[in-house]
C-alpha cells in the first residue's frame, strides 16, 4: 500500500473513519468565456468514460505557441467553495518534436529541483511523480537505469518515455520494461478514458472532496503529452500558493476535456511547478513552493 504524508489527501476513507459516499460530492465547473461564465462540468451528470468529442466541453482553447512541439494556455474556472476562482495553466507537447528526460537535483541530500534550475536548453519542465520525504515515490528510470524500484499500490501509475520518445502511461502494476525514463505517480485519473470507479464514488478510495492545488500529467489519443496545474486565482498572484483548488473527481474532468486519453495526478499543492520557453527566448514560470526531486524536462531535438 502507498504510504507517506502526500498519501493522505486521497486514501481510502474507511482507513481514516470516514464513511465513503456512494456518489461524488455536489459540485461544478464552469469555464470562462469574455465576461461570461459557462457551466461544462457537474458532478451530477460526470461521465464514466471521456471520449476525444468531450473537448468540445470547454469550448475553443486560445493555445499560445512555444518553442517548436511545445504550446500552452491559461483557463479561468468557478468552481465550488474554495475552487471558486481556479487559473489552470496547461502545456501540450508533441513529443516527435522535442525530446523529453527527467531531471533531478539534491542539496545536502535534500530534494532541491526548481523550475529556475532548468537549463537554458529546456522549452518546457514540470515537477515529476510523488515523493516521501526527499526520494520520489515508486519506479524511476534515468537513460534507461533502475534508479528506484517499482512501487505497489491502489491507482498507481507509470510514465514511460522509450527511445523514440513515445510517452505512454501504464496502470496499476504494469511495468515499463525497456523503458529510457519512466517514473510513477498516483491517483490514476484516466485509464483509455475510463475513470477508475472510486473517483466515480462506486466504492472506497479517495477522499473525494478533499481540494488542493493540483498537478496531472496525460497523454492523448495522438500521442500528445498534456500537462495541467492549477492556481488559486481570487486574487491574482497574490495568493496563487494558496492550497486552494480542485477535488480528484473535478481535476479528472480537466484532463478528460483537454483531450488525455490516460491521466494520472503528480504532486500538486506547494510543490505544483511549470515552465515553458518560446521561440524568443522568453520565460513563462509557475514557480513552487516546496523544491522537488524529480522533474520532467523537454529541451529540443
Not at 183 to 198: C, H, I, K, M, N
Not at 241 to 267: H, I
Request: a positive charge; zero cysteines.
Amino acid at each position: 500500500m502507498i504510504g507517506g504524508s502526500l498519501h493522505r489527501s486521497w486514501i481510502a476513507p474507511a482507513l481514516l473513519g470516514i464513511a465513503s459516499s456512494p456518489s461524488l460530492p455536489p459540485s461544478s465547473l464552469a469555464v470562462r468565456r469574455g465576461a461570461d461564465w459557462r457551466v461544462w462540468w457537474t458532478a451530477r451528470q460526470a461521465p464514466a468514460r471521456w471520449q476525444p468529442s468531450d473537448t468540445a466541453r470547454l469550448g475553443r482553447v486560445e493555445w499560445r505557441a512555444g518553442a517548436p512541439g511545445v504550446e500552452w494556455s491559461e483557463l479561468v474556472l468557478a468552481g465550488t467553495g474554495e475552487a471558486w476562482r481556479t487559473r489552470v495553466i496547461v502545456a501540450r507537447i508533441d513529443p516527435t518534436r522535442v525530446r523529453l528526460r527527467l531531471d533531478t537535483a539534491y542539496a545536502e541530500h535534500s530534494p532541491a529541483w526548481t523550475v529556475e534550475r532548468a537549463r537554458p536548453s529546456a522549452v518546457f519542465a514540470v515537477n515529476a511523480g510523488q515523493f516521501l520525504q526527499s526520494m520520489p515515490w515508486g519506479h524511476v528510470v534515468l537513460s534507461g537505469d533502475e534508479w528506484l524500484a517499482p512501487g505497489h499500490g491502489p491507482l498507481s501509475s507509470t510514465v514511460a518515455i522509450d527511445s523514440t520518445g513515445t510517452v505512454r502511461i501504464l496502470h496499476d502494476d504494469a511495468t515499463a520494461t525497456g523503458a529510457a525514463w519512466a517514473f510513477q505517480s498516483y491517483p490514476t485519473l484516466l485509464r483509455a478514458g475510463d475513470v477508475p470507479a472510486e473517483l466515480q464514488g462506486a466504492r472506497p478510495g479517495i477522499d473525494l472532496e478533499h481540494r488542493d492545488a493540483r498537478a496531472a500529467i496525460g497523454v492523448t489519443a495522438a500521442g500528445r503529452v498534456v500537462v495541467a496545474i492549477t492556481r488559486f486565482d481570487a486574487l491574482g498572484s497574490t495568493l496563487g500558493f494558496v492550497p486552494f483548488g480542485l477535488t480528484s473527481p473535478e481535476m479528472v474532468a480537466v484532463m478528460g476535456a483537454l483531450g488525455a486519453r490516460d491521466a494520472v495526478m503528480l504532486d500538486g499543492g506547494i510543490s505544483a511547478q511549470l515552465l515553458v520557453r518560446d521561440t524568443g527566448g522568453s520565460t513563462h514560470a509557475w514557480r513552487g513552493v516546496r523544491p522537488v526531486p524529480l522533474a520532467l524536462v523537454a529541451e529540443r531535438r
